[in-house]
T-cell receptor
């Protein structure tokens, strides 16, 4: 069975500092990987996804993530954060290949708190 | 192009009542997913439906919960005889499951169910 672990429940960081949100997954099959952001009382918005190809994926709002198959990780990074990046971030996996139904398995979430 | 719509946004039910949550997918999307977000937890997959078909209900509780996506109209998640433990945010996501959107899900704003 697939699972996702987000190693930090909260990440406080000062504005304009770099940030990394960690995500590890386990799966016996190939996977597709996603990062979503959730602002208070809103739904989830897709930041970026990895399906295949280049392991460095760029997304919206200046975020990027790197897929590392050997370490089964998909960490999210931003070189300089803004106050508006304060939100909950979710890492998710979906089973790859012909068996894919699109069902997402989510991590517990990481709260990014950007301080002025 | 309107996004995924969910209503009501907030729903209060007494124990033992029924809750009906509605989800209208994005235009052109015929695939719907339901997820539940319990307090202090990440999102958990519940069910995946296509028009008139349940494809994967592996995340649905065995009793009291049901879902449908009729040929016409919104998808409905029904919870019968609600209990306090059903209090959560319920999110719907839709997908075209074709072309460039094959692996993308677009989330609605959620319905926050409170059981008193």
């Amino acid at each position: 069975a697939q699972s996702v672990t987000q190693l930090d429940s909260q990440v406080p960081v000062f504005e304009e500092a770099p940030v990394e949100l960690r995500c590890n997954y386990s799966s016996s099959v190939s996977v597709y990987l996603f990062w979503y952001v959730q602002y208070p009382n809103q739904g989830l918005q897709l930041l970026l996804k990895y399906l295949s190809g280049s392991t460095l994926v760029k997304g919206i709002n200046g975020f990027e993530a790197e897929f590392n198959k050997s370490q089964t990780s998909f960490h999210l990074r931003k070189p300089s954060v803004h106050i508006s990046d304060t939100a909950e971030y979710f890492c998710a996996v979906s089973e790859g290949g012909s068996g894919n139904t699109g069902k997402l398995i989510f991590g517990q979430g990481t709260t990014l708190q950007v301080k002025p | 192009n309107a996004g995924v719509m969910q209503n009501p946004r907030h729903l209060v039910r007494r124990r033992g009542q029924e809750a009906r949550l509605r989800c209208s997918p994005m235009k052109g999307h015929s695939h719907v997913y339901w997820y539940r977000q319990l307090p202090e937890e990440g999102l958990k997959f519940m069910v995946y439906l296509q028009k008139e078909n349940i494809i994967d209900e592996s995340g649905m509780p065995k009793e009291r919960f049901s879902a449908e996506f009729p040929k016409e109209g919104p998808s409905i998640l029904r919870i019968q005889q609600v209990v306090r433990g059903d209090s959560a945010a319920y999110f719907c996501a839709s997908s075209p499951r074709t072309g460039g959107g094959l692996y993308e899900q677009y989330f609605g704003p959620g319905t926050r169910l409170t059981v008193t």
